[in-house]
């Protein structure tokens, strides 16, 4: 059985018209497609918007306070890691629309539950920089 789903694994870009680049064409295409996700999510998300400037604020505060450079990385990554939970709880909530936009309960407890990831993370900066700040 492992071994079935280790070959349907290593064979699945053949699988996808939209796999099959590879070495740096794939590194490239990456890249676009990342710097798309970003400027969709900048354009059509104001939660993104919001978490950004957040990390406008908090990212180069952070430089401005006396804190050992470990505790610097831990508060900088904090930060980093709401913007990549929003990030995914965007795409959980495009692809959810995209289904369907009639209300459905699995669908409200995927929209809730990617918010509940969103609200975790902020969590996590107040509370790491509270216990940083509080030291």
């Known amino acids: 059985m492992i071994a079935q789903i280790i070959v349907c694994?290593?064979?699945m870009n053949s699988y996808s018209p939209f796999k099959g680049k590879t070495g740096v064409k794939?590194?490239?295409n990456a890249t676009q497609y990342s710097l798309a996700g970003?400027?969709?999510?900048?354009?059509?998300?104001?939660?993104?918007?919001?978490?950004?400037?957040?990390?406008?604020?908090?990212?180069?505060?952070?430089?401005?306070?006396n804190v050992t450079a470990v505790e610097q990385a831990l508060?900088?990554?904090?930060?980093l890691l709401a913007l990549i939970v929003e990030l995914l709880n965007s795409?959980?909530?495009?692809?959810?629309d995209r289904i369907s936009l009639?209300?459905?309960?699995?669908?409200?407890?995927?929209?809730?539950?990617?918010?509940?990831a969103q609200f975790v993370a902020l969590g996590i900066i107040f509370f790491?920089?509270?216990i940083i700040l509080m030291k």
């Open 91 to 96: 795409a959980i909530e495009a692809v959810v």
């Open 9 to 11: 694994l290593s064979t």
């Open 26 to 28: 794939r590194v490239l």
């Open 102 to 116: 009639e209300k459905h309960p699995l669908s409200k407890n995927a929209k809730d539950m990617g918010s509940a």
């Open 75 to 79: 508060m900088v990554a904090v930060c």
């Open 38 to 65: 970003f400027k969709s999510a900048f354009s059509h998300e104001a939660a993104f918007r919001q978490i950004v400037l957040i990390n406008i604020v908090l990212i180069p505060g952070s430089f401005f306070l």
């Open 128 to 130: 790491v920089w509270l």
